[in-house]
Each structure stands twice: as C-alpha cells, then as structure tokens.
C-alpha cells in the first residue's frame, strides 16, 4: 500500500466530485518532513502526479489553493520544506542553499514514492525559492513532465527584496521564526548580501519550463513600497535567450509575489495551456 493511501482518503468529498485532503508525514534520518496530498477520485487512478513546493517563511499551505485547481489533472502532493512548516525541525547547515534543501526531501520520496523518481509522470512547481528546490528535484525526476517556476529569483539575494522582507515580515510572529532562514540563506550580514545566481537551475533542466511572473511589484499589495517582482525583465531576457525553445515566460496579470494564491484558477489554466503546447 502506498504510504499515502494508508490513512484512506476523503470518501464524502470523492462522491460529491470535490478534491480530498489528507495529510502525513514521512520520517526521515533528519527528522519528518510533513505533506498533503489533494486529488479527485481513487488512489492508484494512473493520473500523472504534481509535486508543489511552498516559498520561503510559509509553508504547503500556501499550495493548497492551486493544488485544489490541478486537482482536475493531477494528483497533488504537496510538501513543507525543511525548515518550514511542519518540517521546522530538520536541521541544514545552510537552508538557503536549494541543493541541501532538496536532500531531505529527495530522502523522503525515494523511501515512500520512489516511484516518482523512476517512471511516473510528474509535473513539478515551486513558488519562489520553492521553485528552485523543484528545479534541483526534477533533474532526479525521470518522469518530469515539466518544471513551474512561480515568480522565482535567479539571483537569490537582491538586497532590495531581502531589505524589505526584513523590515515588513520580521514583526510578524509567523515570519519572525523564520528569521534564520532568511539572514542565512539570502546572505544578510553585517557586511552586505552576497549574490547567489541560479540560471542554470532552470536552463539545464531535460523537460520543458514554465515561468510564471507577478505583473505587480514585489509587495505592492502589502506596502507602499514599489519593488520589482521576484524575477524581474533582465531575468526573463535572460532565460528567454538562453533557454530559447525550452523556456516559457508568462506574466500573470493581477499578481504580486503571491501569484499562486491570488489566481490559483488562471495559474493552472497556464499550466494547462503550456502542458497543451509541449
């Protein structure tokens, strides 16, 4: 029995049509790594699966919505990465670094569905630095049937993002928490911010990439402040001309940041669209 199958599923939600929700977690030598897994109809059903991954200071709860969207297509599994969530406690040296991020993770499917690994179709999304974790995640995916980067940042420690997530989000309890994460993994120190560049996550990936961009300024819906979105004009030219043939660009239009809780329906509507089109 599937390791997911084994606490049932939503029998009332599956008669009435609607997605079932249940969550989990898996344990691993570094500690639980906790998920959920949203879909219509029965386990097993031979649908190709969609692997989600939350950004930075949230967790898979912030999927759920677009999970909920894909769940016509898809069997959704969605994970709280380490250091977030319900996987607060699995420690990495360096829980900015998307590779080590992965690791655990990686851990956790190859014990309980390594079948996604192997041969099964998977689809894989990240919202923000998410998206980079299931960029590292797809290249061990020989199924990948693509990669969904939601607003994520090639260059991982813009001071101007990092700054104002600083002063806006570290007041906040939530946030705070996470605080490590943030000083650690984007570089703030006493001395500045050190540049991290991530082009060839996306470049060098075997399946196809989907982009999808906030239309708004980063924050523009919480602050005054008028920043660039995550992944700004010089990003998408870049991946556009290096990854030209294999890398798609799309601004959702209404978005911040957030992109995948504002417009979870017209996300996935791209998606679909894109999947179509390769």
């Known amino acids: 029995m599937d390791a997911d ?3 049932g599923v939503d029998k009332a939600a599956l008669a009435g049509g609607m997605p079932s929700l249940k969550h989990g977690r898996w344990q691993t030598p570094q500690g639980p790594i906790a998920y959920s897994v949203v879909r219509r109809g029965r386990p097993d ?4 699966w969609a692997l989600l991954l939350h950004g930075i200071t949230t967790d898979r709860s912030g999927m759920l919505a677009l999970a909920a969207a894909l769940a016509a ?16 406690d699995i420690p990495l040296d360096n829980p900015g670094d998307p590779v080590a991020v992965a690791q655990p993770i990686l851990a956790a499917i190859t014990a309980y569905k390594p079948r996604l690994l192997r041969d099964q179709p998977v689809l894989l999304v990240g919202h923000s630095f998410g998206g980079l974790v299931a960029a590292v995640l797809a290249r061990h995916c020989a199924g990948a049937i693509g990669l969904v980067l939601g607003d994520t940042p090639m260059t991982m420690a813009k001071q101007r993002h990092v700054a104002a997530m600083l002063r806006l989000g570290f007041d906040d309890g939530p946030v705070r928490r996470h605080a490590p994460v943030v000083r650690d993994g984007f570089g703030v120190t ?3 911010i050190a540049e991290k560049i991530y082009y060839d996550l996306p470049l060098l990936q075997p399946a196809p990439v989907l982009v999808l ?4 300024p980063f924050g ?3 602050t005054d402040a008028r920043l660039p979105s995550c992944l700004d004009d ?18 959702l239009e209404g978005t911040s940041h957030i992109l995948f809780n504002e417009a979870p ?6 998606i679909r669209e894109w999947l179509r089109q390769h």
């Open 73 to 88: 297509d898809f069997d959704v599994l969605c994970i709280d990465m380490p250091c977030h969530g319900e996987s607060l």
């Open 220 to 222: 523009s819906k919480m």
């Open 234 to 251: 010089i990003d998408q030219a870049a991946l556009e001309k290096f990854g030209a043939g294999k890398v798609t660009c799309q601004a």
């Open 265 to 270: 329906e017209a996300a996935a509507a791209a």
């Open 45 to 48: 059903s031979g649908r190709p």
């Open 190 to 192: 006493a001395q500045g």
């Open 5 to 7: 199958q084994a606490a």
């Open 213 to 216: 961009r906030a239309a708004l």
